[in-house]
C-alpha cells in the first residue's frame, strides 16, 4: 500500500499544484460553482492520502533507525526492554522453565497406577507415595533432601521392590547401599563417606559421596537401616539436616538436597503387620502406631523423628502370593529374553509354589523359591532361546518336575 502511494506520488504532487493554481486564479476570475467545489474536494483527498504517506515513511524511518542503533537516546525503546532481553536470551529461558515446571509437576495418579502394576498388594502404599512425592517435588523445601522416606512391614512384601521400581518410574538412578555391610563404625563411615586424608584409601570417594556426586538426584535406598551403626545413622541424619554431606578426602560438601532417600525396616514386623490390618483404613493412626511400635523396637528414635513419612507395607492376602510368584516367573523368563506365552503357566506351577512357600512360613523368601525354578527350567530355557523360540509355555508333570516348550514356530530363515 505504502509502496503504491509512494509510487504515485509525483502525480499526487502534481494534483496538489493544479489545484492550488486553479484556486488562486478562481479567487481572483470566479469560475462557476460545481468546478471550483469538485477541484477543492480532489485537492484536499490529494493532501489527505499523501500526509498518510508522509507519516508512514516516518514510522519506517523511525524503525530503521532503532533496528540499526542510530535512533537519538531519548527516542531509544530500551528502557522498556524486559532485563531477560537485554541481559540474555529470554525465548531460552521460557522454554527451559517451561520444562523444569513439567519436570516437578509428576502425575501422581499416574505414577500410582505404574507402581500398582508390579507391586502387588500394596495399594494405599502406592497411592500414598506417589502422592508424597507429588507434593514434595512441587514444594521442595531449599536445602533439604525432596524425602526421608521409611517403609516398615514384614519381609518379602516389597519394600525394597518398590523403592526400586520408584526409581525407575521416576527416571532416577537408584543407589542401592545395603546397611547390613555398614554395620562396623569407622569402617563404615569411610566406606560410605571416603577415606581421612593422608590414609590409604583417601584418594577414592566413599560410596555415598561418590554417589550423589556423579548422580544428585538418584533414590537413595539405604536398605535394612536398623542394621546400620549408630555413627553410620548419625552422619544420615547430617545429610538430611545440613542438605549436604562431606566427603572426607578433601572435604568437599556435597548435595543432598535433590535426592529422595528411602529407608527399608523388618524391625517390629509382627506388631506391624497387625496394625496394618487394624488400621488399614485410618492412614494417619496407622503410621502414628506404626512410629510407637518402632520406638518400642529399639528403631533410632533420632532417625525416627527425623523421617518424613512413614509406609507400612501389608502382609499378602488371598490370592496375591499367586500374583507375585506368577510375575517373578515372568520376570525370570524376561531375564533369558523370553517372553511367557499368554496363559502360558500352568495353574498347578503356581499352587505348587505356594503351598512351598506356606510351607516356608513367614521368613521364607519368594526369591528361593524362583531360583528353585530357575535351577530346573534353566537348561530348557536355553535351548528355546538357542531355537530362537521367542515365546514359551511353562508345564509340570506328575513328579513335579517343570519344564519350558515353545509355542511359536521359530522364523523362517532365507
Ligand atoms: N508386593 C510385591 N509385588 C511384587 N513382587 C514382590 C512383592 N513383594 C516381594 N516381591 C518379590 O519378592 C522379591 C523380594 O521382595 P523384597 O522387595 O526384597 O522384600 P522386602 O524388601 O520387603 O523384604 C522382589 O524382588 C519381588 O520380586
Ligand atoms: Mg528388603
Redesign the pocket.
Known amino acids: 500500500m505504502l509502496n503504491t502511494i509512494s509510487r504515485y506520488m509525483p502525480l499526487l504532487f502534481a494534483i496538489m499544484v493544479f489545484t492550488m493554481i486553479f484556486q488562486f486564479v478562481e479567487s481572483h476570475w470566479p469560475q462557476p460553482a460545481f468546478i471550483a467545489a469538485l477541484l477543492t474536494a480532489i485537492h484536499s483527498i490529494a493532501w489527505y492520502i499523501a500526509a498518510a504517506a508522509i507519516l508512514g515513511w516516518l514510522v519506517l524511518l523511525l524503525g530503521w533507525l532503532h533496528a540499526h542503533d542510530e535512533l537519538p537516546r531519548f527516542l531509544q525503546l530500551r528502557p522498556l526492554m524486559d532485563i531477560l532481553d537485554r541481559l540474555t536470551n529470554k525465548q531460552a529461558v521460557e522454554e527451559g522453565f517451561e520444562k523444569q515446571d513439567t519436570a516437578t509437576f509428576i502425575d501422581a495418579k499416574s505414577l500410582s497406577e505404574a507402581l500398582k502394576q508390579?507391586?502387588?498388594?500394596?495399594n494405599t502404599v502406592c497411592d500414598d507415595i506417589a502422592a508424597q512425592i507429588r507434593r514434595r517435588l512441587a514444594l521442595s523445601q531449599r536445602g533439604k533432601p525432596v524425602g526421608v522416606f521409611l517403609?516398615a512391614?514384614?519381609?518379602?512384601?516389597?519394600?525394597?521392590?518398590?523403592?526400586?521400581i520408584l526409581a525407575k518410574e521416576l527416571e532416577r538412578p537408584l543407589l542401592h547401599l545395603d546397611m547390613t555391610q555398614f554395620s562396623a563404625g569407622s569402617h563404615s563411615l569411610s566406606q560410605l563417606l571416603g577415606m581421612n586424608k593422608g590414609y590409604v584409601g583417601s584418594d577414592t570417594y566413599g560410596k555415598l559421596t561418590s554417589g550423589l556426586q556423579d548422580t544428585p538426584n538418584a533414590v537413595v535406598l539405604l536398605?535394612e537401616i536398623e542394621k546400620a551403626h549408630p555413627d553410620v545413622l548419625k552422619a544420615f541424619l547430617t545429610a538430611w539436616n545440613d542438605g549436604f554431606i562431606t566427603e572426607r578426602s578433601d572435604s568437599n560438601q556435597i548435595s543432598t538436597a535433590s535426592a529422595i532417600f528411602i529407608l527399608?525396616s523388618?524391625a517390629g514386623t509382627q506388631r506391624l503387620s497387625e496394625i496394618s490390618i487394624q488400621f488399614a483404613q485410618e492412614p494417619d493412626a496407622m503410621r502414628e502406631a506404626a512410629v510407637n511400635t518402632l520406638r518400642e523396637a529399639h528403631f533410632a528414635p533420632e532417625v525416627l523423628n527425623r523421617i518424613d513419612r512413614i509406609f507400612v507395607?501389608q502382609p499378602?492376602k488371598g490370592l496375591?502370593i499367586a500374583?507375585?510368584t506368577a510375575?517373578?516367573i515372568e520376570?525370570m523368563i524376561h531375564g533369558y529374553g523370553l517372553e511367557v506365552a499368554d496363559q502360558g503357566i500352568d495353574p498347578d506351577i503356581i499352587l505348587t509354589l505356594m503351598a512351598r512357600y506356606q510351607k516356608l512360613g513367614k521368613l521364607g523368601?519368594?526369591?528361593d523359591l524362583?531360583r528353585a525354578i530357575e535351577e530346573q527350567l534353566a537348561d530348557s530355557l536355553i535351548e528355546a532361546k538357542k531355537a530362537g523360540h521367542p515365546k514359551i509355555k511353562l508345564q509340570i508333570d506328575s513328579e513335579q518336575r517343570i519344564s519350558a516348550q515353545a509355542v511359536t514356530r521359530p522364523p523362517t530363515r532365507e
Open positions: 508390579r507391586v502387588i498388594g500394596q517403609f512391614g514384614p519381609p518379602g512384601t516389597g519394600k525394597t521392590y518398590l523403592a526400586k536398605d527399608t523388618n507395607f499378602f496375591d500374583r507375585v510375575l517373578e520376570d523368601s519368594s526369591r524362583i
